[in-house]
């Protein structure tokens, strides 16, 4: 959720600059919309329980591989918008300097829960099929 309000908010603050049209503007516009709706869209999936309905799809990789590069991204949106002498701009910054290490954050709890291969959501049930066998008394005829 904290991505979401980050996004949003650097996004906004983006927006509210002289140079939000500039390429460091629309950079930063761009990194953090897409971040914005692609977290809103998996807190959907998990809401809805989509994630456990399509268990074959690898869900923890590609939050894990998302998380990772929206690191990278973030880190180069808050340093060109540090160089921007611009009060929204550094307000951005700020934003994106946060998002940066609840991505970085979220990461690391992604890539461990790969490693101990863990699920996105719900439990795994495993079932076991037994056979028995019922010995019965022969059947006397009448």
């Known amino acids: 959720m904290s991505f979401q309000v980050c996004s949003l908010l650097g996004f906004i603050c983006i927006q509210f600059s002289w140079f939000n049209n500039a390429s460091k503007g629309s950079y930063f516009s761009w990194i953090s919309m897409i971040a914005f709706w692609f977290t809103g869209i998996l807190l959907g999936f998990y809401l809805f329980h989509i994630v456990e ?24 949106a808050a340093i060109l918008a540090v160089t921007v002498r611009d009060n929204p701009h550094s307000a951005a910054a700020f934003f ?47």
């Open 53 to 76: 309905k399509f268990y074959k799809i690898p869900w923890l990789r590609i939050e894990f591989v998302f998380c990772s590069l929206w690191t990278l991204l973030y880190v180069i």
């Open 96 to 142: 994106a300097f946060v998002a940066t290490a609840a991505y970085a954050m979220d990461a690391f709890v992604k890539w461990r829960a790969v490693r101990a291969g863990g699920l996105a959501q719900g439990t795994r049930v495993v079932s076991k099929q037994t056979t028995s066998t019922v010995n019965t008394p022969p059947r006397e005829g009448y």
